[in-house]
Structures are given as C-alpha cells and as structure tokens.
C-alpha cells in the first residue's frame, strides 16, 4: 500500500496530528483573473486554492505599532494547480471544506478599425463640435 490505491479517501489530518483547528479549515479554489495590465493568457492555466480567514479569536492589535497581528499561519499562503480536479482531490485528501468558484470566461467580440468606415443606407451623422 503505496496511497495510491482507489477506495474510501482518508483525510490526512487523521494521521498528521494536526491540531482541530487547522483540520476543519475551508478553503477557496479558483483561477486567478488576469491583471488589467498583461495582455495574453497570463498563467490562465493554473488554479489556485486560497485559505479563509480565522475568526475574531486569533487576531489582536499590536500596542507598539497599532498594527493588527495573527496567529493564522495559512492566511497569506496560496497553492496552485494544473488543474481544478488537482485541486479538489488536494483538499480532500487535506480534509478541508471546500468550494469552488467558477472562472468569468470573457467575451471577446472581434472588431475591426475598418468597420467605422462602412457604407450604410442611413441618413448621415452631423455632429457638432461648437
């Protein structure tokens, strides 16, 4: 038995040890949208799966700075995969709670400069500058 045997999936927190805590954790799993200023797929590809925030109990505010502190460790961390059954099967094998949101596919409607140019039947467009 090398884990890889179809069957009945065993959380891995069951054997890890794991304090109750981080074996009862939700996670998100998307594909990240593309940033406005990157033409082209950008890593469209990849699905990446986020840790939810704990609730009020482990946060606190730093007297010396006022800056808010956490005892999450998972907060700011993000892991990716090629795909999203990886992702599902990832957290499943974690124990973790889930759900997935769907990726916004975009429509793209072809233009071409040429089409302002067009000949129509229609009256023509006078437009006043003054």
Do not use: C
């Not at 009862?24 to 593309?34: D, E, F, L, N």
């Not at 916004?104 to 500058?129: D, G, Q």
């Amino acid at each position: 038995m090398n884990g890889s045997e179809a069957g009945e999936v065993l959380p891995a927190a069951v054997l890890s040890g794991a304090p109750v805590d981080l074996q009862a954790r939700t996670v998100r799993i998307y594909r990240p949208a593309k940033p406005a200023t990157q033409s082209g797929e950008w890593h469209g590809h990849q699905w990446r799966m986020d840790w939810d925030v704990l609730g009020k109990g482990h946060r606190w505010e730093n007297p010396l700075m006022g800056w808010q502190s956490s005892a999450d460790f998972m907060q700011g961390t993000h892991m990716n995969f090629s795909s999203k059954d990886d992702a599902i099967r990832f957290a499943e094998k974690q124990g973790y709670e889930y759900f997935v949101q769907e990726h916004n596919e975009r429509n793209i409607v072809p233009k071409a400069y040429a089409n302002n140019f067009l000949h129509s039947p229609k009256k023509l467009k006078h437009i006043r500058t003054k």
